[in-house]
């Protein structure tokens, strides 16, 4: 069973930049793959970047395009989702997961088995 633990949200002014860590234990991160989401209060959770395991990337929100990076360190079992020029609109909790049921990307929540708690990202002045 894996556990994933995400890290690196916090308080952060406009223009900002932040990386997310996505640490997971119980088996090999570079087996499946890793989804990057997102929730407002009183929102749907929407996909925001996904990494396969063969190290391909997705990018799900147009709003984030060019702003933000993922990437996975396979020593460390860990993926991180990097964002660059935050903006207020990007204020939400991030949560992490993984789909052990396959090896590429999706953009729905319904496709991915194991989730962290999350960690709150909050861009304002």
């Known amino acids: 069973q894996l556990q994933i633990v995400e890290s690196g949200g916090g308080l952060v002014q406009p223009g900002g930049s932040l990386r997310l860590s996505c640490a997971v234990t119980?088996?090999?991160?570079?087996?499946?793959?890793t989804g990057w989401f997102r929730q407002v209060p009183g929102k749907a959770r929407e996909g925001v970047s996904c990494?396969?395991?063969?190290?391909?990337?997705?990018d799900y929100v147009d709003s984030m395009k060019g702003r933000f990076t993922i990437s996975r360190d396979n020593a460390k079992n860990t993926v991180y989702l990097e964002i660059n020029s935050l903006k207020p609109e990007d204020t939400a909790v991030y949560s992490c997961a993984v789909a052990i049921r396959a090896l590429v990307c999706s953009s729905s929540e319904k496709f991915y088995d194991y989730w962290g708690q999350g960690t709150q990202v909050t861009v304002s002045s």
């Open positions: 990494i396969a395991s063969n190290g391909d990337t997705r």
């Open positions: 119980g088996d090999r991160v570079d087996y499946y793959a």
